[in-house]
C-alpha cells in the first residue's frame, strides 16, 4: 500500500511539474508576441510620422511654387515607398534581432527583446549579470629610512643619536577595503608589520642597565660600531585618501589607485619581540663583536601615530612612538622613523 501511495504522489508531483512549467513556457510566449507586437506598432507609427512631416514639407514648396503639381506627386510617391520599405525591413531586424538573442540567451536562463538598438530584459538570470566586486586586495609592505629618538623639549640636532647611521625597518602584509559601496576615495587599510629600529649613540657611547636605570655611557675602547636594535610586531591601521580609476567590465568591477595619489592617517599598536645591542671595537688590534641580549628595561607595549603621503606604489613614511622606549625613566624617550614606503601589489 505504501508503495502505490508513493508512485501516486510522485505522479502528482511530477503532472503538477509539467503543468507549471507548461503555463510559464505558455506565458513566455504571450510575453513575446505582446513585445513584437507592440514593437511593430511602434516602428509603424515612428516611419507615419516621418512620411506625414515629408508630405507636408512637399505641399509647402508646391504652394510656394518650388516645384510643380507632378513634381509634388512623384515626391511623395517616392517618400510613400520609402518609409514602406523602411518598415518593412525594419521589422525584419526586429524579427531577427530577437530571434538571435533568444537563441544565444537561451542556455543562460535569459529571455531578451529587441528594439530601438536596445536590449530590453523581461527575465534576468540575477548570477550571470552579477558583477565580481573584489572590495578587499592586500599587498606586502616595505618602508625603510632614518631612525632616531629624542625627549621632550630635545631637538634633533641635541639627539644622543647619529642621525645618517641610525636607520629602521620594516616589512609586512596589508589588507585594503573599500569604505564606500560605490566609491574608493576613502580605503581602510590594516594588516600587521615587524618593524627593526636601529640607534646608534654618538660619542663613542653604549646603552648601560644600572638598576633598571638605562643610560648611555663611554665605552672604555675606541667604538668602530655602537649599535642598539629594537624589534616589534605591531597591527597598523590607516585611512587611505585618494583618487582612483573605475575599471569595470561584463563580469568584474575594480578600483586601481595606480598612478594616482594617496594620503593616509592612522597609528598602530603591538609590542616588542625583542632588543640587542652590538658593539665592534678593537683591543691590542684584535678586532672584538660583541652582541649583548640583556634586559634593557624596555616598554613591552608599542603603539604610535602614522602617516605616510605618496603616489602610486611609493610613498613618504613618518611614525612615532608615543610609548617611551624604556620604562620608569627619569627622562622619557620616544623613537620616530622617516623614509619610504612601498605599497607592492
Known amino acids: 500500500m505504501k508503495t502505490i501511495i508513493f508512485y501516486i504522489v510522485l505522479a502528482s508531483f511530477s503532472l503538477a511539474t509539467q503543468l507549471s512549467q507548461a503555463q510559464t513556457d505558455s506565458t513566455a510566449v504571450e510575453t513575446k508576441k505582446e513585445y513584437l507586437q507592440e514593437q511593430r506598432e511602434k516602428i509603424i507609427q515612428e516611419e507615419k510620422d516621418k512620411l506625414r512631416a515629408k508630405i507636408e514639407r512637399i505641399n509647402e ?31 525584419a531586424i526586429l524579427e531577427n534581432e530577437y530571434e538571435f538573442n533568444a537563441r544565444n540567451e537561451e542556455d543562460k536562463g535569459g529571455f531578451i527583446g529587441m528594439g530601438d538598438n536596445k536590449v530590453l530584459t523581461f527575465q534576468v538570470n540575477a548570477e550571470r549579470n552579477r558583477k565580481y566586486d573584489k572590495r578587499t586586495t592586500s599587498d606586502i609592505v616595505l618602508a625603510a629610512g632614518f631612525n632616531n629618538a629624542t625627549a621632550e623639549g630635545q631637538s634633533l640636532n641635541d639627539s644622543d643619536f647619529k642621525i645618517g647611521g641610525s636607520r629602521f625597518f620594516e616589512i609586512g602584509w596589508a589588507w585594503k577595503t573599500r569604505v564606500f559601496d560605490n566609491s574608493n576615495w576613502v580605503r581602510l587599510k590594516y594588516g600587521f608589520s615587524f618593524q627593526f629600529n636601529g640607534l646608534k649613540p654618538t660619542d663613542n657611547r653604549y646603552f648601560v642597565n644600572n638598576d633598571d636605570m638605562i643610560a648611555l655611557e663611554k665605552f672604555d675602547y675606541d667604538l668602530d660600531k655602537s649599535k642598539f636594535r629594537m624589534d616589534n610586531l605591531v597591527v597598523p591601521i590607516h585611512f ?42 678593537s683591543v691590542d688590534g684584535d678586532k672584538q663583536k660583541d652582541k649583548l641580549k640583556a634586559d634593557y628595561n624596555r616598554n613591552d607595549l608599542v603603539y604610535g601615530l602614522s602617516a605616510y603621503m605618496g603616489w602610486g606604489g611609493a610613498a613618504l613614511y613618518a611614525k612615532y612612538d608615543l610609548n617611551p622606549v624604556f620604562k620608569d625613566q627619569p627622562t622619557d624617550l620616544h623613537n620616530f622613523s622617516i623614509g619610504l614606503r612601498f605599497d607592492v601589489d
Do not use: C, W
Open 61 to 91: 514648396r508646391l504652394d510656394e511654387g518650388e516645384i510643380t503639381k507632378e513634381k509634388a506627386e512623384m515626391l511623395k510617391k517616392e517618400a510613400a515607398e520609402l518609409h514602406a520599405l523602411n518598415i518593412e525591413n525594419r521589422v
Open 240 to 281: 587611505e585618501f585618494g583618487p582612483s580609476e573605475r575599471r569595470e567590465t561584463e563580469k568584474t568591477l575594480r578600483f586601481s589607485t595606480e598612478d594616482k595619489f594617496k594620503i593616509g592617517l592612522g597609528g598602530y599598536a603591538g609590542f616588542g619581540i625583542g632588543e640587542r645591542q652590538k658593539l665592534k671595537y
